[in-house]
C-alpha cells in the first residue's frame, strides 16, 4: 500500500505560509496596519474588584514616523463587543479608543515586532460599569506585545498584554473606578 502524499503536501503548505518571508516590508511613515483582536481578563487590586472582562474589534493604525531602530504609530481602535461580568448586573456596552501611540522597537515586518503602547478612549454601557456608578466611562490604558509574522505580506498575529482603568472620571459619585489586566489576540496585516 502506498502512503498517501496528501498529509505531506498539507505540513509544507502550512509550514510555507508559517514560515514564508516573501519580501521585507518595513514599517515606516505611511504604513498602515489593519488587525481584528479579541481580549479579556479580569479585575486586579485599586478598584472595584471580582469583575471579568471581554471585548472584539478592530484597530486602525498609521505609521508617523521613524524613531531609532523602530516606528511611531497613532492607532484607532472600535470595539463594537464590550462585556463585564460583574456583581450586581452584568453590562454591555461598546468602545472607541481615538488616541493609542505605539512604538515598534524594530521596522521589519517579517521578523517578531515587540512594541508597547499608551492610549485612551470612551466606553458607553446598557448598565453602570462598575455596578453603581454610570454608564459613561473612559479607558486610560497601557500595554506591551509581539506582532508575529506569518504567510509573508506583512500578515501578523499580535499577542499582547494590557493594562485597562475604567473610570467616569468624576462625572458621577461613587467613582471606585475598575482597573483590570487583559490578554488580547489579534490578527492583522501592515501594508504601504
Do not use: W
Not at 45 to 65: E, K
Not at 108 to 123: A, D, K, W, Y
Request: proline fraction near 7%.
Amino acid at each position: 500500500m502506498r502512503p498517501k502524499t496528501l498529509p505531506i503536501k498539507l505540513l509544507c503548505l502550512v509550514l510555507l505560509l508559517f514560515c514564508a518571508d516573501l519580501y521585507a516590508q518595513d514599517v515606516t511613515r505611511g504604513t498602515k496596519e489593519f488587525e481584528f483582536f479579541a481580549q479579556g481578563g479580569h479585575s486586579v487590586s485599586g478598584g472595584r474588584g471580582d469583575t471579568s472582562i471581554f471585548n472584539a474589534g478592530m484597530r486602525v493604525g498609521f505609521a508617523l514616523f521613524n524613531l531609532g531602530p523602530g516606528s511611531v504609530e497613532h492607532e484607532f481602535e472600535a470595539i463594537p463587543v464590550y462585556y463585564f461580568a460583574q456583581p450586581g448586573k452584568n453590562a454591555y456596552g461598546v468602545s472607541f479608543t481615538p488616541f493609542d501611540i505605539k512604538y515598534n522597537f524594530q521596522r521589519n515586518s517579517t521578523r517578531p515586532m515587540p512594541f508597547i503602547e499608551l492610549g485612551g478612549g470612551v466606553l458607553f454601557t446598557n448598565s453602570d460599569v462598575p455596578f453603581g456608578t454610570n454608564k459613561v466611562n473612559f479607558t486610560p490604558q497601557a500595554g506591551v506585545g509581539v506582532h508575529i509574522p506569518f504567510g509573508g505580506r506583512g500578515f501578523h498575529a499580535t499577542l499582547a498584554l494590557k493594562y485597562v482603568h475604567v473610570s467616569n472620571a468624576g462625572l458621577s459619585e461613587p467613582n471606585p473606578g475598575l482597573n483590570s489586566v487583559q490578554v488580547r489576540l489579534g490578527f492583522g496585516m501592515f501594508k504601504k
